[in-house]
């Protein structure tokens, strides 16, 4: 028997909200005609993170370590922003462990996309509450009710500088796949808040919850000039708290007059887009090619 | 011949500049130099010396003792006054003042400072110092900085707030002066080094106006110099080495004493090629060394050539991002500036006592290299190299350098980097012929694959165990082959490098002191003297401490009569290494932790003290 061993075994529990966050990811990509050559997916560590195994279709793949996924996508898309890299990671992964990188890579704008698993709950170790869980609630393997307070994902990006936010529900594919090709088309750092029910850990945020709460929230979301920033980032926020129990999906910021990181790069080096870290020569027949005299000879006393 | 020449005071008033023009002054009169910066943790104030030596032949360490102790302030010679032996320049301004006074002194150096003084029946000011001194021989020189610097200041019409500053090049032209070599040189060097008209001007004065307070009294005479030379410290040295070497992205997280490097490497970015091409290296400051190992992590993924720079607490934040490079076999390079430690420790002073940690570097059983600089040439070779090794092998590189070579400079022949006998070795990088069938992680005979950049190929990575494709499985005869690919690989360093490179050995003797890293300077600059004194030896320093070169190591030691240990750690890590790898043990030890460098004389009489009494641990303190 002939077995294929490019394809992995997608263990998910069933109903997981993260096959409908894979179907979004796979024909986002496939719409956009993105495949290795010019795509790479960066996950974290968690039940999210074995996405870019599960996914069909030649994309290459980088599971990480837990809350890293970032680090390691900053450093693969400044030394080839050739390259779409697209971010799957866990709410653990991201707003607990890794909450660093998360704020740092808006403050940096760097063209990719972070599409972030919100189940509430870290799935992989058994159901432990996630940092986006609200204080009070108490998920099925919870012992005693979570004491500690939600972070507000949406909030936290745009204050950390992110240019384009949105959220998203898993089950809702057609609306996640459009918002993760806008995502991805975005000239600088994208969010992607995905609702993603665990029918397994978290009994409380479930698919039905969700549906009874979710709508398409319409907003002029796009900053057309530099005047409106404050005013939309608020409009964002306000949205991200709303009043009522609904949950508005949806475009809820998008800023393309901030310069990317590589722009900015791009100020110090000036052939950077052209002629970036992973496509220069360095040797020829193993003799380098960097040229050091004008730094030696800065330093010369004789 | 060697001349030891200190200058101190407090940080921010211009220490290191008149160290590094007086130094260069010296080099343009054809002498060599090794100049050792000791500072505290703190931008402004506190004490800060440059301990320079000079020498017709080029040197790696420094003296316990100085000649010339060149001073502008108090604090500088309650400090270092037990270490002079011929000269102290001093500023007489300051005569009255006493240890109590001086509040940035550290309570145990005042303590000392006037335990001396008071046991010589004197009591506890400069003055003090000056009798003590010059009944033992040493010429205490008093200048009158004060009136000297007004007259400057009236001449040059300048606010007194900036020109009170070239009191330094008062010194140093002090002490040039004492030299007997041609002030020409002094002013040359002032004149390149600083750009301002204004400021070369003022300091040009000073320098003068010191240069003529004093008698020429060591009669040096010019050298001949063939070709050029340079003047470099271990961090630009590393950065040079790197850039050369085909570096093209850094990530790092500043600390002390790493961040030099990667802020001159940011400084030089954009690289002339000599394809006739311009190469821009993308320097990343991250939010934190977690982000900064794991950026590198990613970018070598491209394909890139990546590194980072950091030390102790920082190195210790890489472990888990190591771990990973080791399990999907990822060519990144961290250059490590061993500084004191555990926790934050002495942040600006040596040590070498996380060699072990190095090792074991991140969890799990993989190959790592590490490999340790003894001095500045080796730290631009090894630079390279450690690019090399990295990439052949597909695993992460550590390179330590401590902060004894990072803050040292040394004046070396230029052709010692720019001789053109170093190669750029890329392994297995390859652009797969059949890109949507590639293996990551095929299974070879020598535990090493093809490997292509992302973007050329459909390929998977995954910190978890993984099949040649690099998806997830727990199998366990895979588990088997892949376990042993991460470790056999380690074996092509052993085929790549000499001997030489992997340990070093000077000279030929059943004395053997073993070594690594920056002691390696202070025991070449004894042998001489130890010669002299009928104690001959042979240095063993190992560069390459992982994989661990056992077989090379057995040849070099057995049959040894004396394998002396000599390490600035206190369980000597680098021996422990020799045994837990060969089953040799060291018969005695030298050993210091006190975060200073290793000197030539405590080297010379450690050994005498070992050979001739048979003492089995010497323990070093010397150094302030
Ligand atoms: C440094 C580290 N600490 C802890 C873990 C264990 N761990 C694995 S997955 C996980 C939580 C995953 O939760 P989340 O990121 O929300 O992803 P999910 O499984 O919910 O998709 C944790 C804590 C780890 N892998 N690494
Ligand atoms: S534990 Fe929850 S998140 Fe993980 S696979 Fe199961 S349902 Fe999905
Ligand atoms: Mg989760």
């Given amino acids: ?302 | 011949m060697r001349l030891s020449w200190m200058i101190g005071g407090a940080q921010g008033l211009g220490v290191d500049t008149s160290a590094n023009v007086f130094g260069a002054a010296v080099a343009r009169a054809g002498y060599y130099i090794f100049g050792s910066r000791e500072y505290f943790s703190n931008i402004k104030g506190r004490h800060s010396y440059f301990n320079v030596l000079l020498s017709d032949s080029p040197q790696h360490s420094v003296n316990s003792t100085v000649n010339i102790l060149a001073t502008f302030d108090a604090e500088t010679i309650f400090q270092h006054y037990d270490e002079v032996t011929d000269f102290l320049i001093y500023d007489k301004g300051v005569e009255a003042m006493t240890i109590d006074k001086v509040r940035s002194l550290e309570p145990e150096i005042a303590v000392k400072a006037a335990a001396i003084l008071e046991k010589a029946g004197l009591g506890i000011s400069i003055a003090d110092v000056v009798k003590f001194l010059e009944k033992k021989g040493v010429k205490c020189i008093g200048i009158d900085y004060g009136p000297l610097m007004k007259d400057i200041i009236n001449q040059l019409k300048m606010d007194p707030f900036v020109a009170e500053k070239a009191r330094n090049m008062l010194c140093a032209g002090a002490s040039f002066g004492l030299l007997g070599l041609n002030q020409k040189y002094l002013l040359d060097a002032i004149k390149s080094t600083f750009k301002n008209a204004k400021i070369a001007e003022l300091d040009t004065l000073a320098a003068q106006a010191g240069f003529k307070s004093v008698q020429n009294s060591y009669n040096l005479k010019e050298l001949p110099i063939k070709g050029h030379r340079v003047q470099l410290d271990g961090n630009t040295i590393s950065a040079i080495g790197k850039l050369y070497g085909g570096l093209s992205f850094q990530s790092y997280y500043p600390i002390t004493p790493a961040s030099d490097e990667s802020t001159y490497i940011e400084a030089n970015q954009v690289l002339k090629t000599s394809d006739g091409k311009t190469r821009g290296v993308v320097v990343l400051q991250t939010e934190d060394e977690l982000a900064a190992i794991n950026a590198a992590n990613g970018a070598a993924l491209t394909g890139a050539r990546a590194a980072t720079a950091t030390s102790g607490p920082g190195f210790s934040l890489m472990n888990e991002g190591i771990s990973w490079a080791g399990m999907n076999e990822v060519p990144v390079l961290v250059t490590y500036y061993m500084r004191g430690s555990p926790a934050t420790g002495l942040p600006t002073r040596s040590g070498q006592s996380d060699l072990l940690l190095a090792v074991n570097v991140g969890h799990g059983e993989f190959t790592r290299i590490v490999i340790a600089s003894g001095d500045h040439a080796e730290v631009f070779s090894d630079a390279v190299m450690a690019l090399n090794l990295a990439e052949l092998c597909q695993t992460p590189a550590i390179h330590i350098i401590e902060k004894t070579l990072a803050n040292a400079y040394a004046v070396m022949d230029e052709e010692t980097i720019t001789s053109g006998k170093f190669k750029i070795e890329r392994g297995k990088l390859i652009s797969p012929g059949d890109p949507e069938n590639y293996k990551r992680f095929e299974l070879t005979e020598d535990g090493i694959s093809p490997r292509a950049p992302l973007g050329h190929a459909h390929m998977y990575y995954t910190g978890d165990e993984h099949n040649e494709y690099g998806h997830i499985t727990e199998e366990s005869e895979n588990r088997i082959a892949m376990y042993e690919k991460r470790i056999k690989k380690g074996q092509l360093v052993f085929k790549v490098l000499q001997e030489n490179q992997m340990a070093n050995s000077v000279g030929s003797s059943d004395t053997v002191i073993l070594t690594w890293g920056s002691p390696k300077g202070a025991i070449l600059d004894a042998m001489e003297e130890l010669k002299a004194k009928g104690i001959s030896v042979q240095m063993v320093q190992v560069r390459l401490f992982s994989p661990y070169p056992s077989e090379l190591m057995a040849k070099l030691l057995s049959g040894k009569k004396r394998i002396i240990a000599m390490e600035n750690n206190y369980t000597a890590q680098g021996a422990r290494l020799l045994t837990e790898n060969t089953g040799i043990k060291p018969t005695h030890y030298v050993l210091k932790w006190n975060g200073r460098p290793m000197t030539k004389d405590e080297v010379v009489s450690s050994i005498s003290d070992v050979v001739k009494n048979d003492t089995k641990k010497v323990v070093l303190n010397e150094g302030k």
Avoid at chain 1, 190 to 201: I, K, S
Avoid at chain 1, 232 to 245: C, F
């Fill in chain 1, 1 to 302: 028997m002939k077995v294929n061993e490019q394809l992995e075994f997608n263990d998910w529990c069933p109903g997981c909200g993260d096959f409908g966050i894979l179907r979004s990811v796979e024909s986002a990509l496939s719409e956009l005609k993105l495949d290795y050559t010019d795509a790479v997916l960066v996950s974290g560590i968690g039940c999210s993170g074995k996405l870019p195994h599960f996914v069909s279709g030649p994309i290459a793949g980088v599971h990480t370590l837990h809350g890293r996924a970032l680090a390691f996508a900053v450093g693969i898309k400044l030394s080839n922003p050739k390259l779409n890299v697209v971010v799957d990671a866990g709410d653990g992964d991201t707003f607990g462990i890794g909450v660093g990188h998360f704020v740092s890579a808006g403050r940096r704008n760097v063209n990719m996309t972070i599409i972030v698993h919100n189940n509430g709950v870290y799935g992989l170790t058994k159901g432990q509450a996630s940092p986006t869980l609200k204080r009070g609630e108490k998920t099925k393997s919870l012992p005693e009710p979570n004491i500690n307070d939600p972070i507000n994902p949406i909030a936290l990006a745009i204050s950390s500088g992110y240019t384009f936010v949105a959220r998203t529900f898993a089950y809702n594919i057609p609306l996640s796949k459009e918002i993760i090709k806008q995502a991805i088309q975005h000239k600088g750092m994208a969010f992607v808040d995905m609702l993603q029910p665990c029918p397994t850990y978290n009994d409380i945020n479930t698919n039905e919850w969700y549906k009874e709460r979710v709508y398409e929230a319409k907003v002029d979301y796009e900053v057309k000039d530099q005047s409106e920033v404050i005013e939309k980032m608020n409009q964002a926020i306000k949205l991200a708290y709303p009043s009522d129990e609904k949950i508005p999906l949806g475009i809820f910021y998008k800023n393309s007059l901030t310069p990317s990181y590589g722009e900015r790069i791009s100020a110090n080096i000036s052939n950077y887009e052209d002629y970036y870290p992973s496509m220069q020569e360095i040797e020829e027949s193993s003799a380098p090619i960097t040229s050091i005299d004008s730094m030696v000879q800065a330093r010369r006393v004789v």
